[in-house]
T-cell receptor
């Protein structure tokens, strides 16, 4: 079965620090990868997605992710986080139409 | 509506009871998905519909779980003989069409608590 792993369960950063959240996916099938974010009290929202082409994908709110095929990774990055980035972040892979999610990473940004 | 809506937002029931959870997708979206999210975990796929038919129900945990989408729009997830382990947030999502590169838009979820 396909799987997605997120290694960081909880990350705590100060404002203006750089962010990198890890995501690894299992081999197999078409590679369609997503990062979703869930702000406190809100529903899941799409940050960015990768289907093909340029492996560096830019999303909303200054986030980007790099697809590295040789490492089966799709890490999320942001050069300078803000307090408003406090949320839970989920990496996901599309398998035959359904999304396979990682366990999630809770990000807390201290003002 | 503007987004995916789910009702009720919270449901508390007793072990052994029957519950129905409703999802109203974005207008015009043909694909509808159900996921379940337990505390501290990512969402887990349950079932998805293309139109009125279930295209993939491989995530339904057992035969106590059933979902319908009779007119290709609103969907209902039905859970019989609820157990405490069914307690979770049930998420619904929809997309314009099924497929691996279509964005799924999520609703706010229904928090189910089985006492």
């Amino acid at each position: 079965a396909q799987s997605v792993s997120q290694h960081n369960h909880h990350v705590i950063l100060s404002e203006a620090a750089s962010l990198e959240l890890g995501c690894n996916y299992s081999y197999g099938g078409t590679v369609n990868l997503f990062w979703y974010v869930q702000y406190p009290g809100q529903h899941l929202q799409l940050l960015l997605k990768y289907f093909s082409g340029d492996p560096l994908v830019k999303g909303i709110k200054g986030f980007e992710a790099e697809f590295i095929k040789s490492k089966f990774s799709f890490n999320l990055r942001k050069p300078s986080v803000q307090w408003s980035d406090t949320a839970e972040y989920f990496c996901a892979k599309n398998q035959g139409g359904k999304l396979i999610f990682g366990q999630g990473t809770e990000l807390s940004v201290k003002p | 509506g503007a987004g995916v809506s789910q009702t009720p937002s919270n449901k508390v029931t007793e072990k052994g009871k029957y519950v129905e959870l409703r999802c109203d997708p974005i207008s015009g979206h043909t694909a509808l998905y159900w996921y379940r999210q337990s505390l501290g975990q990512g969402p887990e796929f349950l079932i998805y519909f293309q139109g009125t038919g279930a295209a993939d129900d491989s995530g339904l945990p057992n035969d106590r779980f059933f979902a319908v989408r009779p007119e290709g729009s609103v969907s209902t997830l039905k859970i019989q003989r609820t157990e405490r382990g069914d307690s979770a947030v049930y998420l619904c999502a929809s997309s314009f069409s099924p497929g691996t590169n279509n964005e799924q838009f999520f609703g706010p979820g229904t928090r189910l608590t089985v006492l």
